[in-house]
């Protein structure tokens, strides 16, 4: 099993920044990627970021590229959401997941809530 918890969300204002840290325990030698999923209220689960285990292989939404940025720190077991320029419409729980394979995220944290308000 793989514990994923995340940290950094809160009420910022549209323009500013936010970073989210997920940090990982148990097996995580068996994660192969990792990703950030938001839910804003009365809509569907989305895929915002995802970073494959080595770092060398990310994917963004089109909604966020060129504000977002995902990192991680294998050494701490750790990802990163970086988050610019924050626009209300990116309002949402962010969740953190992780997958043992590529073909899907089967961990999941327990998500923090982001609000930009206008």
């Known amino acids: 099993q793989v514990q994923l918890v995340e940290s950094g969300g809160g009420l910022v204002q549209a323009g500013d920044s936010l970073r989210l840290s997920c940090a990982a325990s148990?097996?995580?030698?068996?994660?192969?990627?990792m990703g950030w999923f938001r839910q804003a209220p009365g809509k569907e689960r989305e895929s915002v970021a995802t970073i494959s285990w080595s770092g060398l292989s990310t994917y963004y939404a089109d909604s966020v590229k060129g504000r977002f940025f995902i990192s991680r720190d294998n050494a701490k077991n750790t990802m990163y959401l970086q988050m610019n320029s924050l626009k209300p419409e990116d309002t949402a729980v962010y969740y953190c997941?992780?997958?043992?394979?590529?073909?899907?995220?089967?961990?999941w944290g327990q998500g923090t809530q982001v609000t930009v308000s206008s």
């Open positions: 148990g097996r995580t030698f068996s994660i192969a990627h």
């Open positions: 997941a992780a997958g043992d394979t590529r073909a899907r995220f089967n961990y």
